[in-house]
C-alpha cells in the first residue's frame, strides 16, 4: 500500500467558482435532514476545512464565518454556534495550511481530525452554554467520518485541477 499521493502531473490553479459551488453543495448536503444519525459528516467543515489547506490566500475565517451563520439559519440552531466554530476552524487550518500539505492524504487526515474535533467541541460547547444537554459519546462519530472521507474528498475536489496527461510540446510548460 502506497501512502503517498504524489504523482507526476502537475496541478491547475483552482477556478474560484469550481472552490465556491463545491462549497455550495457541502451546505446543501448540511441541509438535507438526515433525522438523528451520528455518523453524518459536517460537510461544510470538511469543504471548508480542504479550500482553508489548498487556497488559504482565498478562503479563510470571513468565509467561514459567513457559511456558518447559512447553516446556523438553515438548521435553526444557536446563533453564531456554527460561525464560531467555522472561523476557528479556518483559522486552524489556515495557520497549519503549509505543514499539512507536506504529509500524504491519510496522514492529512489525522491532522484533519483533531480540527474537527475543536470545531465540534466548540458548537457542543456553545449549546451546552444555551441550556442543552451534554450530548453522547456517538456524537464524535461525525468527526471521525469526516476524517475517514478526507481521502475520497481530496481525490473529487482536486480532479478539476489535473493536466492532461497528453503531452504537447509546443506549450511552454
Known sequence: MQLS???NRLLRPA???FVYASLFIALVLNYVPFGY???IPDWVALVLVFWCIREPQ???MGMGFFLGILVDVGKSTVMGEHALAYVVLAFIANALARRIMWFPSLLQALHVLPMLLVAQGLMV???MFAGEAIPEWD??????VGAALWL???YLLLLPQ???LDRDDNRPI
Open 5 to 7: 499521493n504524489r504523482s
Open 15 to 17: 477556478k474560484p467558482w
Open 37 to 39: 444519525h451520528p455518523g
Open 58 to 60: 482565498h478562503i479563510g
Open 125 to 127: 460547547g456553545v449549546r
Open 139 to 144: 456524537h464524535l462519530l461525525s468527526s471521525v
Open 152 to 154: 475520497p474528498l481530496t
Open 162 to 164: 489535473f493536466q492532461p
